[in-house]
T-cell receptor
Framework: ETGVTQTPRHLVMGMTNKKSLKCEQHLGHNAMYWYKQSAKKPLELMFV???????ENNSVPSRFSPECPNSSHLFLHLHTLQPEDSALYLC?????????????FGEGSRLTVL | DAKTTQPTSMDCAEGRAANLPCNHSTISGNEYVYWYRQIHSQGPQYIIHGLKNNETNEMASLNITEDRKSSTLILPHATLRDTAVYYC??????????????FGTGTRLQVTL
């Protein structure tokens, strides 16, 4: 139990569907992140939020839309995805965005796009 | 951030010490060595980090050589649950953000009976 909870753990969607991934952290952290992990590839940073403001967007296609309504919750809205978007999506949090902070990861949401 | 080199995979018998090496010959003075691990289909988990002194916590020990060009993560009594990919990451404390941890491909540790 890392204090970062992701739902759903598994999601299967068609290319025309709209779905959302949810992340909640119970650690009192001020920074939250979305990462993507495709099969046999290193983690790729997607988005960074600090105090509910997006501070990084790593050239992610617009079919991925993040939302951070407060410092404890982070969403990733998915729309018209492609099969190559199938991956493990990981949420993480840290006390703040200082470079030495430890990242606390959730268990991930495994997405399959048909 | 300095680049790291790790073996692709290692095996360890359960109950024995697992010693995972990492080379970081281009490390600079303000860069820390971090270790994370990722158990299959889960998110990465922080293990330990250090600057130049050896560090120990409830999960592992980290030995950093005097010249800081390499380090070893030690799991003193490996169990089957320690089977995972272990990432050695070198990270400056004054540059970028926490998100800039570059995980690379790591070492796949297989603990066997």
């Amino acid at each position: 139990e890392t204090g970062v909870t992701q739902t759903p753990r598994h999601l299967v969607m068609g290319m025309t569907n709209k779905k959302s991934l949810k992340c909640e952290q119970h650690l009192g952290h001020n920074a939250m992140y979305w990462y993507k992990q495709s099969a046999k590839k290193p983690l790729e940073l997607m988005f960074v939020y600090s105090l509910e403001e997006r501070v990084e967007n790593n050239s992610v296609p617009s079919r991925f839309s993040p939302e951070c309504p407060n410092s404890s919750h982070l969403f990733l809205h998915l729309h018209t995805l492609q099969p190559e978007d199938s991956a493990l999506y990981l949420c993480a949090s840290s006390q703040d965005v200082q470079p030495h902070r430890e990242l606390f990861f959730g268990e991930g949401s495994r997405l399959t796009v048909l | 951030d300095a680049k790291t080199t790790q073996p692709t995979s290692m095996d360890c018998a359960e109950g024995r010490a697992a010693n995972l090496p990492c080379n970081h010959s281009t490390i600079s003075g303000n860069e820390y060595v971090y270790w994370y691990r990722q158990i299959h289909s889960q998110g990465p988990q922080y293990i330990i980090h250090g600057l130049k002194n050896n560090e120990t916590n409830e999960m592992a020990s980290l030995n950093i050589t005097e010249d800081r060009k390499s380090s070893t993560l030690i799991l003193p009594h490996a169990t089957l649950r320690d089977t995972a990919v272990y990432y050695c990451i070198v990270r400056g404390i004054n540059t970028g953000t926490a998100s800039k941890l570059t995980f690379g491909t790591g070492t796949r540790l297989q603990v066997t009976l």
